[in-house]
Nanobody, 123 residues
Framework: QVQLVESGGGLVQAGGSLRLSCAAS??????YGWFRQAPGKERAFIAA????????YYAGSVKGRFTISRDNAKNTVYLQMNSLKPEDTAVYRC??????????????????WGQGTQVTVSS
């Protein structure tokens, strides 16, 4: 059974930091991504990482503030979020795919999704 389990969300003040984790089990994947969705808004790409080689890709809105990384031994992907802003408030979900084609920012590329974790940034 394939599972992606996120953790690490919560309430933080603007300027603060959080680290999200996504633990994968049941299958190995080529690419992991983080997406977020705020109330009334469409799902938005945040960051992606290739499991082999570790190359990363970020949305412009988080570049320089967020860092995606992986721990091969733990089969876990992380999203370190610094300098958080109220507009970062959303449900964050990790996703994974074995597909090697297509842009990593496209949600349709991903086959498996976690349940999501709420991140709330107060002003």
């Amino acid at each position: 059974q394939v599972q992606l389990v996120e953790s690490g969300g919560g309430l933080v003040q603007a300027g603060g930091s959080l680290r999200l984790s996504c633990a994968a089990s049941g299958l190995s994947f080529n690419t992991y991504g983080w997406f977020r969705q705020a109330p009334g808004k469409e799902r938005a790409f945040i960051a992606a990482i290739k499991w082999s080689g570790g190359s990363t890709y970020y949305a412009g809105s988080v570049k320089g503030r967020f860092t995606i990384s992986r721990d091969n031994a733990k089969n876990t992907v992380y999203l370190q979020m610094n300098s958080l802003k109220p507009e970062d408030t959303a449900v964050y979900r990790c996703a994974a795919t074995r597909d090697i084609y297509g842009t990593d920012a496209w949600p349709g590329k991903y086959d498996f999704w976690g349940q999501g974790t709420q991140v709330t940034v107060s002003s």
